[in-house]
């Protein structure tokens, strides 16, 4: 299994990103996808979440109505579109592919939000 995210950087507050998570070695439709972030001296925490058939995208109360979660199955590949990036923003930005009772891990991709 290979998830892989791309996206991250060094953005201004207001400012906006997009991320990718690129998944080989697993049926992607059948798949529950996620983004957590973690961020300096924290703990992990998700983000957002987009099921694998049907229902509508779950997000973090701290960054609903600005981040977006979407999903291609054809490409294999979530993304993250995150708008009006916020200094607490700034963390690890992880991609995660989950079914039942596991689950598995990309390696995160650094996102910093400063002047």
């Known amino acids: 299994v290979r998830i892989v995210e791309s996206g991250g950087g060094l953005v201004q507050p207001g400012g906006s990103l997009r991320l990718s998570c690129a998944v080989s070695?697993?049926?992607?439709?059948?798949?529950?996808m996620s983004w957590y972030r973690q961020g300096p001296g924290l703990e992990r925490e998700l983000v957002a979440v987009?099921?694998?058939?049907?229902?509508?995208?779950n997000y973090a109360d701290s960054v609903k109505g600005r981040f977006t979660i979407s999903r291609d199955n054809a490409k294999n590949t979530v993304y993250l579109q995150m708008n009006n990036l916020k200094p607490e923003d700034t963390g690890v930005y992880y991609c995660?592919?989950?079914?039942?009772?596991?689950?598995?891990w990309g390696q995160g991709t650094q996102v910093t939000v400063s002047s």
């Open positions: 995660h592919a989950g079914r039942a009772n596991f689950g598995y």
């Open positions: 070695g697993i049926t992607f439709s059948t798949y529950n």
């Open positions: 987009i099921i694998s058939v049907g229902g509508s995208p």
